[in-house]
C-alpha cells in the first residue's frame, strides 16, 4: 500500500499524559498537512510541512501541540498533557508541491481517533 | 478569509433518484474548490476539483459540480444515486495564495443517506 499511513489508529489516555502520533506520507511528497477532525465537524487545518520546514504553525490549538517533521519523511504530532477537549480524529496529508502548478492535491491517511477520558 | 457553508447536514435520496448536495463558499482570491467523501473508517478521497478551468466539473463515480462565481456556489450533482454512495460528503476551498501553503478550509459536512 502506497497510501499515507497513521499510526495509531486508535489511542484512549488519561487526562494529563502525553500522546504522540506517526503519520507517513506518500514518499515521494514533500508537504505533510496535519488536521483536526471532532464530531460531526470537517476537518480543521492544524500545521503543515514542506521538506523538514514547519511553513505554518499559527493554527495548531494551544502549546500543549506540537509537530515535526525532522528528516523530511515522517511526522510527529504530541499534545501535552491532554484534555478531555482534545479527544478528535486526527488527520494527516501529504501532497506533491511543484512549481507552477495550479493546486496539489492532498492525500489523506484513515486519522487517528484519540480519546481523552 | 476563506469558508464554505454546506446548506444540509444531512440528505435522503431514494436509490436511482438524483443527489444534489449544496456548497456556498466565501474566499477573498480566486479559489479552488474541492469535493471529499469519507466512507466510515476510511480516509478523505477527492471526488473532483475546480481550478479555474472549465465551470462544469466531472469527477469519479459520476458525480459533478458546477462553479458558478455570480452564486457563490459549487453544488455537487449525481443523476443517479447508488447504495454505495452513502457517506459524509465535504466541500472544500483552498487558498492557493504562494505563502498560503494549499491550506484546505472544510465545510461542515452532508451526510447522504440513501434508501433502498
Known amino acids: 500500500d502506497t497510501g499515507v499511513s497513521q499510526n495509531p489508529r486508535h489511542k484512549i489516555t488519561k487526562r494529563g499524559q502525553n500522546v504522540t502520533f506517526r503519520c507517513d506520507p506518500i514518499?515521494?511528497?514533500?508537504?505533510l498537512y496535519w488536521y483536526r477532525q471532532t464530531l460531526g465537524q470537517g476537518p480543521e487545518f492544524l500545521t503543515y510541512?514542506?521538506?523538514?520546514?514547519?511553513?505554518?504553525k499559527s493554527r495548531l490549538l494551544s502549546d500543549r501541540f506540537s509537530a515535526e517533521r525532522p528528516k523530511g519523511s515522517f511526522s510527529t504530532l504530541e499534545i501535552q498533557r491532554t484534555e478531555q477537549g482534545d479527544s478528535a480524529m486526527y488527520l494527516c496529508a501529504s501532497s506533491i508541491e511543484l512549481a507552477g502548478r495550479s493546486y496539489n492535491e492532498q492525500f489523506f491517511g484513515p486519522g487517528t481517533r484519540l480519546t481523552v477520558l | 478569509a476563506q469558508s464554505v457553508t454546506q446548506l444540509d447536514s444531512h440528505v435522503s435520496v431514494s436509490e436511482g433518484t438524483p443527489v444534489l448536495l449544496r456548497c456556498n463558499y466565501s474566499s477573498s482570491y480566486s479559489p479552488s474548490l474541492f469535493w471529499y467523501v469519507q466512507h466510515p473508517n476510511k480516509g478523505l478521497q477527492l471526488l473532483l476539483k475546480?481550478?479555474?478551468?472549465?465551470?462544469l466539473v466531472k469527477g469519479i463515480n459520476g458525480f459533478e459540480a458546477e462553479f458558478k462565481k455570480s452564486e457563490t456556489s459549487f453544488h455537487l450533482t449525481k443523476p443517479s444515486a447508488h447504495m454505495s454512495d452513502a457517506a459524509e460528503y465535504f466541500c472544500?476551498?483552498?487558498?492557493?495564495?504562494?505563502?498560503?501553503?494549499?491550506?484546505?478550509?472544510f465545510g461542515g459536512g452532508t451526510r447522504l443517506m440513501v434508501k433502498p
Open positions: 514518499s515521494e511528497h514533500n508537504r
Open positions: 472544500v476551498v483552498s487558498d492557493l495564495r504562494e505563502n498560503a501553503g494549499n491550506m484546505l478550509t
Open positions: 475546480y481550478t479555474s478551468a472549465a465551470t
Open positions: 510541512f514542506q521538506n523538514e520546514a514547519q511553513l505554518e
